[in-house]
């Protein structure tokens, strides 16, 4: 079994950054990937980056790549998304979550979840 929380959002400016952390407890994280959605108001969740517990390869959305970093510390099991030159548009719920397997985009075949944590961007 596997609890998730995640921590670090707030309000930032337009153009500002925040790091986002996901910490995990529970069994070893190995062959697990660990993803970042984010849900805003009247707005279906959608995938933002995700991140192979092992290999650390990396997987990001249009919307994300070039802004936004997944990375993790294996010993700390703690996952980060360190997200940079942030818009309004990114203002969500932003929620860690953990599949057994490699990579997916798709909310439904995570199996664990956190509870979320806001990120509003102001203008």
């Known amino acids: 079994q596997v609890q998730l929380g995640e921590s670090g959002g707030g309000l930032v400016q337009a153009g500002g950054s925040v790091r986002l952390s996901c910490a995990a407890s529970?069994?070893?994280?190995?062959?697990?990937?660990m993803a970042w959605f984010r849900q805003a108001p009247g707005k279906e969740r959608e995938f933002v980056a995700a991140i192979g517990w092992i290999t650390a390869n990396t997987y990001y959305s249009d919307s994300a790549k070039g802004r936004f970093t997944i990375s993790r510390d294996n010993v700390k099991k703690l996952g980060y998304l360190q997200m940079n030159s942030l818009k309004p548009e990114d203002t969500a719920v932003y929620s860690c979550?953990?599949?057994?397997?490699?990579?997916?985009?798709?909310?439904?075949?995570?199996?664990?979840w956190g509870q979320g944590t806001q990120v509003t961007v102001s203008s």
């Open positions: 529970g069994r070893t994280l190995f062959g697990y990937t």
């Open positions: 979550a953990l599949r057994l397997g490699g990579y997916s985009d798709n909310d439904s075949s995570y199996e664990y």
